[in-house]
Structures are given as structure tokens and as C-alpha cells.
């Protein structure tokens, strides 16, 4: 049987969980199940948290959980009673399993197979029973990815293994500064390389046109561009944090208000305030950015792998000018997306330059053209402050978010009262505090430098800053981390258990050699209670080693175990290289960076040890994609503080910062106070 799957898969297993879900109502094995990707058709494979067909946000388990499950059941109760009219008997004489129903009392069986047109015939039932969770056969179990063996064996077809009849490759250059334009484009030697085709100007860019990559890149090589640089054409990084420095210090947009934090700031017996910062960040996906594109005069075919679907054919649609249903998107597999693919510029560049090409063509961007014209994550700049009573323990909590607004571009009717809910999203983090005030500050970039998601935006910025920032009272306290962050969670039972469990799996408080530390964080988002413990290393140079990773994390109900664990090991390298290396810098409006030399990526020799402990909740399921990576970087630098005395407020790591010779010695030891 074929289950056509709406959520795409980037490597996060949704092509096994989702049929995971199906099969489980409707009795069958996964090995019974072949998989389609979904067409695009907001209509019929929309993701209602978002609005429209697209994957992302930790929604698939979370919004799909029940409809997945009531769609096996109803096509399950639509089989039995196709068998119960079959034989003429009473339906409740006849139960399914392993797609086959059978008439309890004389043991006759049908095929699910036997039974499809008949089944198909019927009315669905408006009202279904889906099983107790204790009758689960499937769900919670875990189960071999259904994807996995083609990728293994190399028959897996992303959207960079597209071959179309007649295919030429493109590779692209685009003006290196924001915003910029193509002016002149000398083509003579291009034109003169083996296998170089055509040259298309677009009015950003230049496609060289080839009969195969290597043609391509070296006829692009060849090509003497100029190029008009326009207004950013000194823009540098200083520039970014200036006017985000300058933006921070005026109030924002109130987000959350609770209480009188002025009032209580005021007669609180201690303040203390800090500025947290995080710098753009690149996604590298492993697969670069691809997209194969025909257009023919009343049609269009599109080959890719994307994250949302209906954009992509409408972006199609109105770069060539044809209706939607001219416009033919085939979905791919794609190798890592993290929010990248939730974008369409790539394919609207794609198609805009095989409108001035004969047959199809795939154009593929080069690393360097992929770090320097990413969809980049926000750099966000962020001053809290919290007043503390005469224990340590706060009375008042602000926090002012300054950065862009990804909200306001991608989906504007979000983006309500000038509030970007993603942006605040985690702000107070699962704390409770009497009294509260979190404020917004729109501060966007120069035209041309256009930011997004990056595996989850808000709470992996706020989880960064809340949770060091808590680090920080707890430390002018005098009080153990943990026993801090369980005072500030009477209201958050499961965020208390997490922390718990993390603390004791990693061995919190055992002694560790010097120069090396643990540092802890707790955080709730996408659903999730996730809390982290990592031990890390400092040299007397400066430099961090990661040693250990402990995660316990509460998702509510788990489908397959065995991917809620990938993903958060996934999620924790993904951060540890963020913490470590991950930073996009910009001079004379350009980017510095160009392909993985000069943008890290965490080494295999470098990876941690890593534990993840699941909670086995009733709860309903949270997601999973975004919250390994949230937790990680907190924790880590809290570590870093407890090895070095050293604390860090913004990212990547800075070695100078960490040189034995400007080290204080950290606490060697807690206050013994009870909470």
C-alpha cells in the first residue's frame, strides 16, 4: 500500500514516523508501506500550525499526531465494513490485522487487497475510535527507518541526483554584496571552455550554461564581471551591531508584562544586568542549493527538494507567468534544510534562468555561492536584567530582544501589533518570576542581506540568553545551578523532572579535573521539556573541547524513539559547531566566509560523548527538530564559566577570551542555603 506523505523528509525521519502513525490504525506492517511524496496542494497537504503545505517548526508529530491516526482508522473501519457487506454479516463480527480482516466466528479472511474497490465505494464514518495507547503495536516502538536502505545503497534520489533527457548544468555567480547589480560581463574565455553552452544575465547574477559542472564552473571562472555595488557596498559587521547597539537601548514593543518589574527592579536588594549577542550564522546543508527546471511554453516541470511545496509552484508561477496547474513541482529528498529550504530564492533565480534556456537545466550553486548568499540567521543583541531579593533569588526579570523580524517578510498577517512571536519565543524561558517585562525592538538589516529560520530562530536565540543569563544569578548567588533553576520551576513539573534527570545521569556535582567544567540548561519549546549537562575542557591557550553530552528530554509521547534520538544528537553537533566556529562576518558588504575552511564544521574527532535519556510521558507529543540544538549552546558555555571563570556572552567561543593568563579562578564551591 502507498501512503502519500504532506511533511518532506530532510533527514529527520518524518517518511518513517508519518506512515508510522497511519499503519498503526490501520493494522498493517511498515513493511507492507511504500511512500509518496506529497504533491503540492495547500488544500489537501496543508500543515494547519502553519497555514499552508511546508515542514518546519517541529510540527510534524506535533500537528499530525491525531489526523495521521484517524485517517488509518477511518480507511481501517471502511475495509471491515467492505468485509462485513461482502459476507453479510455484522460488522462487529470482523476485526482487522496485518491487512487482512477476518470473521471471528468462521475464521474467513480477506486481503486488505481484496477489499480496496469495494472499500472505496463506501462512505467514510464521520466519527472513529482510535486505539488506547496501550494497544499500541507500532507507536513508541523503535523502528528502522523506511528510508534509510536507499540512501544507504545510493538509490535515493535527492534533488542534486536529478537527471532529466537533454539536462544542461548551470552554476551561478550573484553580485557578492548585498543588494548589489550586474553591470557588464565579459564572456570571451567563457565562451571558449569545452562544453560552455550559453551565458545568462540575470540582474544580480550570471549563469554559465554547460554540458556538465566542471565545464560550468570553469567557464564561469573565466567570466570578467563587473559589478555595481550599490548602497552596502561598506557594510561591515560593526555597522550591523552599531545600529542594533543603538536600537537596544531605547524601549521596544511590550511582548510580556507581568507585575511591576520597574517598581520591583527598584526595591529589589541586588541588580544585575548583562548584554547577550549571537552573529548571523550560515545553514551549509550538506546538499548545496539545486533546483532543475524545463520550461516550455505552456508548461512548466520543476525538480527539487523543498520544504514548502505550494511556494515553490507559486514562485514558479509567476516568474514564468503560466497558472498554477502549468507549474508541476516534483519533491526530492533533500540533504539537510534546517530552515534553508523554507526559502525560494534559489528557485525563482532557477527558473528565471531556464526561461533563457533550451531543454532543461540544472543550476547548482557552488559552497562559496551558498555561504555568501545564505538566508542568513538573525544577529540578535539582547540586554536583561533582573532584580534579586536579600536569598539571590529574583524578583524581577526584563529582557529586551533587538533584532530582525523574519515573521514580517515570510508570513506578514503573523507579524501582529509589532511583535515577531517567534523572535520572543522562550524569552522568560519555563521560569517563573514575580514580576516580568520582555519588550521586542525591530532593528532589520540593510536591503539585500535577508535573514530566516536557522533550525528554529527564537528559542535557539532566547535559550542561548535566558539560560546564561540565569547561569549568571545563580553564580552571584552563591547558589548550585541546578538547585537555582528548581527553585525558578514550581510552576514547570516537567521542566523540573528533565533537570533532574540530566543532572543526575551526568553525575552533576562529582569532582573533574581542572580546567574542566559542567555547565547545565533546561529549556521548554516546540512542545518539549529538553535540559542538557555538558562537560568541557579548557586549555590553558583557550581552547574548548566538549567531552560530554547528557540530554533528558520530556516530548510528550514518542513515536520511534530511535529518531527522537538522532535528532537530538543530530541537534547537539549542529550546535556545538555553531558554538564553537559559527559565525558569519561581513566587510566592504560582503562575506567573509567562503566554503568549510573558513566555516567550520564540527571534525568526527571532535564530537562528544552523547547520552539522551527520553521521559516516557503521557503528555501530548512536542517536537523534536530544533530543541537539541537550543539547549546545547547554554550549556556549554556555562561549563566553560565553571572550568575557567570565564563568562561568555556571545558566540562563537572566543579563545583570547579563555587564555589561562586572563583567567579568574571559578567557585570551587556552592552555598550549602537551602532554596
Not at 533527457?165 to 553580485?175: E, F, L, N, S, Y
Not at 505552456?298 to 523543498?306: E, F, I, Q, Y
Not at 560530554?548 to 527522537?564: K, L
Request: with cysteine; hydrophobic share 45%.
Amino acid at each position: 500500500m502507498t501512503i502519500i506523505v504532506q511533511q518532506v523528509e530532510m533527514g529527520q525521519g518524518t517518511y518513517t514516523s508519518m506512515p508510522m502513525l497511519i499503519a498503526e490504525e490501520l493494522e498493517v506492517h511498515l513493511n507492507q508501506v511504500l511512500i509518496e511524496h506529497a504533491p503540492p496542494n495547500d488544500k489537501l497537504y496543508g500543515n494547519p500550525a502553519l497555514g499552508f503545505q511546508a515542514t518546519g517548526g517541529s510540527t510534524s508529530v506535533r500537528v499530525f499526531w491525531e489526523p495521521l491516526r484517524r485517517a488509518g482508522a477511518t480507511a481501517r473501519c471502511m475495509l471491515v465494513s467492505a468485509t462485513a457487506q461482502t459476507w453479510n454479516v455484522d460488522e462487529s463480527s470482523c476485526h482487522a490485522e496485518d491487512a487482512v480482516v477476518t470473521h471471528t466466528p468462521t475464521g474467513r479472511k480477506l486481503t486488505y487487497g481484496e477489499l480496496a474497490d469495494k472499500a472505496a465505494t463506501l462512505a467514510p464514518p464521520a466519527n472513529v475510535s482510535l486505539k488506547d495507547p496501550k494497544d499500541f503495536r507500532l507507536i513508541g516502538k523503535a523502528v528502522r527507518r523506511l528510508d534509510a536502505p536507499n540512501k544507504v545503497n545510493g538509490t535515493a534520489e535527492f534533488g542534486i541526483d536529478v537527471k532529466i533527457p537533454g539536462m544542461k548544468i548551470a552554476t551561478v555567480a550573484a553580485c557578492p554584496v548585498f543588494g548589489g547589480k550586474l553591470v557588464h560581463v565579459d564572456d570571451t574565455r567563457a565562451r571558449a571552455v569545452k562544453g560552455v553552452r550559453a551565458i545568462v544575465r540575470l540582474d544580480d547574477a550570471v549563469a554559465v550554461i554547460a554540458d556538465h559542472m566542471g565545464a560550468a564552473k570553469k567557464g564561469l571562472a573565466g567570466l570578467q564581471i563587473t559589478w555595481d555595488p550599490g548602497q552596502n557596498e561598506h557594510l561591515s559587521t560593526e555597522d550591523l551591531v552599531r545600529q542594533l547597539d543603538s536600537a537596544s537601548q531605547k524601549p521596544g514593543v511590550t511582548a510580556l508584562r507581568e507585575g511591576d518589574a520597574a517598581k520591583a527592579m527598584a526595591g529589589a536588594a541586588k541588580t544585575i544586568e548583562a548584554v547577550y549577542q549571537l552573529p548571523l550564522l550560515a545553514h551549509a546543508a550538506m546538499e548545496p542549493i539545486n533546483c532543475t527546471v524545463h520550461v516550455q511554453a505552456n508548461s512548466c516541470d520543476v525538480w527539487v527538494g523543498t520544504q514548502v511545496l505550494t511556494r515553490a509552484q507559486a514562485a514558479a508561477a509567476r516568474v514564468t507567468g503560466l497558472p498554477l496547474e502549468r507549474v508541476t513541482v516534483h519533491n526530492h529528498l533533500i540533504g539537510g534544510g534546517f530552515g534553508r529550504r523554507l526559502e525560494v530564492d534559489s528557485i525563482i533565480q532557477a527558473v528565471q534562468i531556464a526561461k533563457q534556456v533550451d531543454g532543461p537545466v540544472k543550476v547548482v550553486w557552488t559552497r562559496e555561492e551558498d555561504i555568501q548568499h545564505d538566508v542568513y540567521r538573525p544577529y540578535y543583541f539582547d540586554r536583561l536584567a533582573a532584580g534579586l531579593n536579600e536569598a539571590g533569588l529574583p524578583v524581577a526579570w526584563t529582557h529586551r530582544i533587538a533584532g530582525p523580524s523574519i515573521l514580517a517578510r515570510f508570513a506578514p498577517s503573523a507579524f501582529k501589533n509589532g511583535i515577531d512571536s517567534d523572535a520572543i519565543d522562550g524569552a522568560v524561558g519555563p521560569y517563573s518570576f514575580p514580576s516580568v517585562l520582555v519588550d521586542y525592538v525591530r532593528q532589520e538589516p540593510p536591503p539585500g542581506l535577508t535573514t530566516g529560520w536557522w533550525r528554529g530562530v527564537g528559542m535557539t536565540h532566547n535559550g542561548f540568553m535566558v539560560e546564561g543569563f540565569i547561569d549568571e544569578l545563580a553564580a552571584a548567588a552563591n547558589i548550585d545551578p541546578v538547585h537555582y533553576r528548581r527553585a525558578l520551576l514550581g510552576n514547570a513539573p516537567r521542566a523540573r523532572s528533565v533537570l533532574d534527570l540530566a543532572a543526575s545521569k551526568a553525575g552533576w556535582g562529582e569532582p573533574l579535573p581542572a580546567g574542566n567544567g559542567r555547565g547545565i540548561s533546561v529549556i521548554f519549546g516546540f512542545g518539549t521539556f529538553l535540559a542538557q549537562v555538558a562537560e568541557v575542557a579548557v586549555d590553558k591557550n583557550g581552547h574548548v573541547r566538549v567531552q560530554r553530552v547528557v540530554c533528558a528530554a520530556d516530548c510528550g509521547r514518542i513515536v520511534n524513539p530511535d529518531t527522537v534520538v538522532a535528532q537530538v544528537q543530530g541537534g547537539i553537533i549542529f550546535g556545538i559547531t555553531a558554538v564553537l566556529y559559527g559565525v558569519i562576518t561581513i566587510e566592504n558588504g560582503r562575506v567573509k566566509q567562503r566554503n568549510f575552511d573558513t566555516y567550520r564544521m564540527l571534525r568526527m574527532n571532535e564530537a562528544p560523548a552523547i547520552e539522551v535519556h527520553l521521559v516516557d510521558s503521557k503528555e501530548a507529543p512536542g517536537g523534536m527538530g530544533e530543541t537539541g540544538t537550543a539547549a546545547l549552546a547554554p550549556a556549554v558555555v556555562n561549563a566553560v564559566f565553571a572550568a575557567s571563570g570565564k563568562r561568555l556572552r556571545m558566540l562563537p567561543i572566543d579563545i583570547a577570551q579563555l587564555k589561562a593568563s586572563d583567567r579568574r579562578e571559578p567557585k570551587s564551591a556552592y552555598s550549602e542555603a537551602e532554596v
